[in-house]
């Protein structure tokens, strides 16, 4: 049967810089779990997919930080080390259960070892300790997008000078083409992060997101739902009304069609962003395409109450063995005490993946064959997620993206497909100014400016405004100022990381958080202060270069007075 419309899977990947930055609990042993919990379990069955004939599409984000992480050699050879702890703490944990007489937490125990050595030659043999590699070829053979992001997943609307956000963008951009090869299509605003064009203080222009998106040659990016549809976080207006898919809708206007009455927005289609700089009226839109979250379909998992990952018999992520680290138990039930938790059983969880990837295949039929219906047109459905939701914080969630894969692969009326190509089949019709938020707490910039956070942009601001004055006077560095611009700028791409203030706000490592932030802003300063007294530190730039190395082929010019795209 023909297909009635699309579904692609938005996987978003990043975690924070923290190259050389510690181990436990901070710092390498982040990318060492994602990468055993996550990419290496999603990069194998994506492969077998691929090896049993299954057509599957699906978008992949890497942030840069991440990227560059894989690839580094010294991250690699302290990950290799790591799945070698994990082997050891499974074996130390049999022993361990053995002279307790605890059969069925030793028989898990067992489990384990066998799951993290086959860990060991999955990242050693079939994808020789090559994990972005292996995503690579993925998207070389046509299954997957690979998507970027700006450079230390900044918080764009929240930074005070325009050249930051075009510096973010093209670092990204540079630090992408050299990982995978290729100009990126598609770029993830961190935390859905959007700000329009606006007028600042002095009455001067500021393009919205989109124009920098533009003026990069990025077609594609994703929003929250909220700031497609309108609704109760961010930018509600009177006379909203409700769609028959169960979100507030906003209005949209077709280009060059005055008649043409107003229709409500939805995220099942791809909008032109639009770019209301005063200073160029001509132009109808940006050029950038804007898609948003599919919430309904998010919330299958997302969501806290009704989400599948707290389904009672998958693991549970929040207890964790005494000796080892390794959870041994099931979510059991609501509200259960962490000391009450039931054993996991692995074949239990097995058949009720079996039963929510199937539940979930079903969803995406009901939404897009909803929409044909009452609307006549081919729509599509973006399920958006942080990837390591997947395996991770969701132990079973990559077994159940392969099996939903499977499904949809079946079904002739699902249309697999990336975004991009979904926009260059089916260009959009209808152009839209996007409200102001982010998938934050509320939907707006809460999470990363708060009572606990606000004290951190006046240094951010403060040093943006530095660089960029560092910029203007050095036009012709020399060599040794060259290298130490260089590495002040890598300094504040760090310092502009949104993970900071993330951090901060959860509550998951505040002091780390601090310690990072303040550390990258005492480096910027220390190197720019060596430029402004002509002493430049050349030494002490090379020596932090040799504790991050990132972005090697960063211009410090990027940085300079942004206007307008010149």
Known sequence: MPAIGAFTFVLHSHLPYARLAGRWPHGEEWIHEAAIETYIPLLETLYDLKDEGVNYRLMLGMTPT???????????????????????????????????????LRDLAQWYQQMFEKTKWLFNKRFDRDIVGGYRQLQEDGYIEIFTSVATHAYLPLLAQDSSIDAQIKTGIASYQRVFGRKPKTLWLPECGYRPATVDEDGNDRPGIEHFLAENDIRLFFSETH???????????????????????????????????????????????????????????????VIGRNNNSGQQVWSAEWGYPGDFDYREFHKK????????????????????????????????????????????????????????????????????????????????????????????????????????ARPPEAVLRLAEGSWGTGGTHFTWDNGA?????????EAERRMEALVANFQNPTEDEEVVLNQAARELLL?????????????????????????????FNELADSVDDFQPARKRAEELWEIDKLFPDIDYRWFGTYTNGK
């Open 453 to 461: 956070t606000h004290w951190m942009w006046q240094p951010i601001h």
């Open 66 to 104: 991440l990227a560059e992480q894989l690839t580094d050699a010294l991250v690699l050879e302290h990950l290799g080390q790591y799945i070698e702890n994990r082997i050891e703490a499974a074996k130390q944990d049999i022993v361990h259960f053995e002279k307790e007489g605890n059969a069925p």
């Open 227 to 289: 700031t497609i549809t309108g609704g109760q976080p961010v930018g509600v207006a009177a006379g909203d009304v409700i769609g028959p898919y169960g979100d507030v809708k906003r209005r949209y206007t077709i280009p060059d069609t005055a008649k043409t009455p107003q229709r409500l927005a939805t995220t099942y289609q791809p909008y032109y962003v639009s770019d209301s700089l005063r200073s160029d009226k001509t132009r109808k839109h940006s050029g950038t395409v």
């Open 321 to 424: 063995a005494g000796t080892s680290g390794l959870q041994y138990w099931c979510v059991s039930g609501e509200d259960v005490p962490l000391g009450e938790k039931n054993v996991y059983q692995p074949d239990w969880a097995r058949y009720k993946i079996d039963q929510h990837a199937e539940h979930f295949a079903h969803l995406v039929w009901d939404l897009l064959s909803d929409y044909n219906r009452e609307t006549e047109q081919f729509g599509i459905v973006c399920s958006t997620y942080d990837t390591e939701l997947f395996g991770h914080w969701w132990f079973e969630g990559v077994s159940w993206l392969g099996k939903v894969l499977r499904h949809l692969d079946s079904n002739s009326e699902i249309e697999m497909t990336t975004a991009s190509e979904f926009i260059t």
């Open 495 to 523: 310092l502009q990381s949104s993970d900071w203030q993330f951090l901060i706000t959860t509550g998951q490592a505040k002091n780390y958080a601090i310690q990072r932030f303040s550390q990258h802003l005492e480096r």
